[in-house]
């Protein structure tokens, strides 16, 4: 079943960037700090730190498995692994359809962000009244073409990397990218926490409060965890089609995970201690990073400028890189089915980008339809299609993957020592992970 005819990631080293970029994005820098903030800091941060390693990464393992094992997309990988059972191809094939929507919402966003960092290099950011950021934002955000353009352009980036291919574009773009964000959120966190007052900023983010910490905070933690790591859609079935032969998984997963978790505590600490020093509240969604920040930019003086601009191409870049992983994804399922890769990532961005620009255009106050669409998906892809497909692939890998398989797979074919650390993982992925699933699942919708 393992063929190599397939182009793929040229080392570990390339595949973990390239997964990292993935993980690595507006979920990240946008919407956890906000998230943790909320629903009791560090509180939120224990129970947050315990779904990302034991639940968040087994299915990273999992995808990355199921992908190299079979060396396919999630619609045929399922089917390949288990023929007698084809139904299970539905999993993977919701997996994809969900990742299509969370595409469409994402470019929403980073087209309002990409807007963001062209404004603070001309300086228009700088020019609008600290009262004046509101009215701005939802300005900007309800018009009709302007946020239209800037998704377009966005998409242009992420679907001429995707075209490039997966070594050529992806993993190229990842190795330059990753490492320059770090770079620029460590410069942004020192500036933060070295401003006057900045520890309020610092206890907002850990100070555990577990009276905020409500049940709907622990569906969050879930929910975010997910999200961030890019699992549940099928997402890293792609990627690990791609990963060498050679490559530890569980090792590989590991140190993605650990990379995705630092940058969303580091963009805390960047955003927040900032945002008390300069004497505003935090507020959560887009409130925070586009009405919110504009104002902390502007208290800070000269540099305030240059922040700014740091500060919205790291999160230009970061969603480039999550965008292209979930391109990629889609792009390669139609590439399995036959069409041309070129093709195939045209095709599939023409049809996001109109789903896209209706979102925007049904966003805000102002909007100029009125379909509901951009709240709609982001209810439909926030909360409920990703447990779902999440609690299905851990299901599917725990208890009717053929136990030898994984085993074989994660070690190498008998390369690698099976230890202590890869038995407790498949552990935690027969029965920790999909029982937490069912269980957070079914709270959510009982609640
Ligand atoms: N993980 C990305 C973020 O934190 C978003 C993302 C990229 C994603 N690819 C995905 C989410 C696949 C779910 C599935 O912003």
Not at 24 to 37: A, D, H, K, Q, T
Not at 84 to 98: A, F, K
Not at 248 to 267: E, G, R
Not at 364 to 383: I, Y
């Amino acid at each position: 079943m393992t063929t190599n005819s397939k182009s793929g990631f040229n080392s570990s080293f390339g595949a973990i960037m390239a997964a990292a970029g993935s993980a690595v994005g507006l979920g990240n820098i946008w919407r956890f700090p906000y998230i943790c903030g909320k629903y009791g800091g560090g509180a939120f941060l224990l129970v947050y730190v315990f779904f990302v390693f034991f639940i968040g990464m087994v299915l990273m393992m999992s995808e990355f498995v199921i992908g190299r094992r079979t060396r396919m997309t999630p619609a045929t990988a399922y089917s390949a692994l288990r023929p007698q059972r084809p139904q299970w191809r539905w999993v993977g094939i919701l997996g994809l359809l969900t990742s299509f929507l969370i595409l469409a919402i994402y470019l929403v966003i980073s087209g309002w962000t990409l807007n963001y960092f062209w404004e603070s290099v001309t300086g228009t950011l700088a020019s609008v009244s600290n009262t004046g950021f509101e009215a701005h934002f939802n300005h900007f955000a309800s018009s009709p073409v302007r946020p239209i353009v800037f998704i377009a352009l966005f998409l242009a980036c992420t679907a001429l990397v995707v075209i490039a291919g997966v070594d050529k574009g992806i993993e190229r773009v990842s190795k330059l990218l990753m490492p320059f964000l770090v770079v620029l959120l460590v410069l942004l966190c020192i500036r933060s926490v070295t401003l006057e007052g900045a520890s309020a900023g610092i206890a907002y983010l850990f100070q555990p409060d577990f009276t905020k910490l409500t049940g709907e905070g622990i569906l969050a933690a879930l929910g975010q965890a997910l999200f961030s790591l890019s699992v549940g859609m099928g997402v890293m079935i792609v990627y690990g089609s791609y990963l060498p032969v050679d490559d530890n998984i569980l090792k590989s997963s590991m140190w993605i995970t650990v990379c995705d978790f630092f940058i969303a505590v580091l963009s805390g600490v960047a955003i927040f201690p900032a945002v008390f020093a300069c004497g505003q509240t935090p507020t959560e969604g887009p409130g925070l990073v586009y009405q919110v920040l504009p104002v902390v930019f502007n208290s800070l003086g000269g540099i305030g400028h240059i922040v700014s601009i740091v500060f919205f191409l790291l999160l230009t870049l970061a969603a480039l890189t999550s965008a292209i992983s979930l391109l990629e994804a889609l792009t390669a399922w139609l590439n399995e089915r036959g069409m041309k890769r070129v093709v195939s990532a045209l095709l599939i961005s023409l049809s996001v980008v109109v789903l896209a620009a209706l979102a925007s255009l049904s966003f805000g106050d102002g909007k100029l339809c009125d379909l509901h669409l951009f709240d709609f998906l982001d209810k439909l892809t926030g909360a409920y299609l990703p447990p779902i497909c999440a609690f299905l692939t851990i299901l599917f890998f725990g208890w009717f993957m053929k136990k030898e398989d994984i085993l074989d797979e994660l070690s190498n074919h008998g390369t690698l020592k099976v230890g202590y650390f890869k038995v407790f993982y498949y552990f935690l992925a027969r029965f920790v992970a999909p029982l937490a699933l069912l269980t957070v699942l079914v709270a959510g919708i009982v609640g």
